[in-house]
Nanobody, 129 residues
């Protein structure tokens, strides 16, 4: 059974940085596309960033481009999201997700996570002004 365990997140001032981590166990992580999604109150879950199973292609929502970086370390079965220049509007609950998926990451990120079968528990990110 695949499980995803998240760490990181918390409270940071505007302009600060945070790093989210997600460790996937139970199956070879290298076979999985992976992603970060965000949920805010009253809004639909949105794709923050997605990465292919081999790490060659990434996709970012325009809001996060140039500030966030997704990466993976298959030797550690780990997915990361480096978040820089944080803004109050980045606040939300961030979820990692993984799945044996081979479609375009732009497509996967744009579907709100509907295709991903394995999810982390979520972690709160709060950016104060």
């Amino acid at each position: 059974q695949v499980q995803a365990e998240q760490s990181g997140g918390g409270l940071v001032q505007e302009g600060g940085s945070l790093r989210l981590s997600c460790t996937v166990s139970g199956q070879p992580f290298r076979a999985y596309a992976a992603a970060w999604f965000r949920q805010t109150p009253g809004e639909e879950r949105e794709g923050v960033s997605c990465i292919t199973f081999n790490g060659n292609i990434t996709s970012y929502k325009d809001t996060f481009k140039g500030r966030f970086t997704i990466s993976r370390d298959d030797a550690k079965n780990a997915l990361y999201l480096q978040m820089n220049s944080l803004k109050p509007e980045d606040t939300g609950i961030y979820y990692c997700a993984a799945g044996r998926l081979y479609q375009s990451v732009s497509y996967l990120c744009g579907r709100g996570g509907a295709d991903f079968g394995y999810w982390g528990q979520g972690t709160q990110v709060t950016v104060s002004s």
